[in-house]
DNA sequence: ACCATCTAGTCAAGTAGGTTGTCTATATGC
DNA sequence: GCATATAGACAACCTACTTGACTAGATGGT
């Protein structure tokens, strides 16, 4: 039997499909002017409390200047505030509000909540293969290159 | 154990991944300027030899009017052709031309290469399996709404 | 200590890939 | 046969990104 080679549709539909859905449980709760990137941005702070623009940049796949703009755009709303950099004077550190954590708290919560229906649906060690393969492929497919968040269009 | 809440980075860095491998070979045999989205309306319009603009917008996730750009561009570049629609005359058909069906020929050759190699790290079944859980998984998340391929970002 | 080089962030301009709104011609259903 | 719906075209606009040039501060070799 030869590949079908409909896994790259999976992939996007997938992705979008929790994307979709945690967008409107977000909206739902007051968080309805984050989009994906944010929550990878918030994601990202929480393990990296004080990353810089650069970092973040190569984290998410897109330029220092994009990633200056999300910041700035995400420090209007009240997610994110900027403080001096303990040790590079050039830096700032960028770490997340009160309303920022709230937020991701909500985030991950949701993330958590469709993979725990996903447990229920095809049981819990088939969704932790689900994610064990994933990073495998993912990480044979890439070459050992850091692979960014963003997905080309 | 709680779930650890990182499925949705790891279906973004999958499809980034596998992406950017059949964007390197396209573009190393002739096809560079080609994305990924010009990909998925290949697909689609060798599925659906007499497609229109509105129903590739609906599939890719767009409006027709950014469908229709989509096609003018790869109309230009010589990948597919608009031909008068067979039935109504308001539509006009959009076919590959032989150009557009050697490229998605290649772009299915690199998604099945990538099928057969995670088969050989992981096995046939295990691929098979991540498949159908994939394809459930999504479906349930999406509750029934169809899911438009474009990954919102 | 000095100087060449590198790096973080800024400023400004440009671009890609969409969006919404409006219009015409054709199709469809009662 | 007429009201309504749909396909595509045209135009204006917008958002999220890019590239390029620059400044202030960090770093490393001699």
Not at 26 to 45: K, S, T, W
């Amino acid at each position: 039997m030869p590949p079908s080679g409909d896994l790259p549709a999976l992939l996007a539909v997938s992705f979008r499909a929790v994307m979709d859905r945690v967008h409107t449980h977000l909206a739902a709760e007051g968080f309805g002017d984050v989009r994906p990137a944010h929550g990878f941005v918030f994601q990202y702070l929480s393990f990296h409390p004080h990353a810089t623009a650069v970092e973040l940049g190569e984290h998410l796949g897109i330029t220092k200047q994009a990633a200056v703009q999300l910041i700035d755009e995400l420090d209007r709303r009240g997610y994110v505030e900027r403080h001096p950099h303990p040790t590079d004077r050039r830096s700032r550190a960028i770490g997340l509000t009160a309303r920022g954590r709230a937020c991701i708290e909500r985030v991950v919560a949701h993330w958590q909540d469709i993979e725990r229906r996903w447990a229920e649906l095809i049981g819990e060690e088939r969704v932790q293969r689900l994610r064990g393969d994933l990073a495998t492929l993912t990480d044979d497919t890439a070459g050992g290159r850091p692979v960014p968040l963003r997905p080309l269009w």
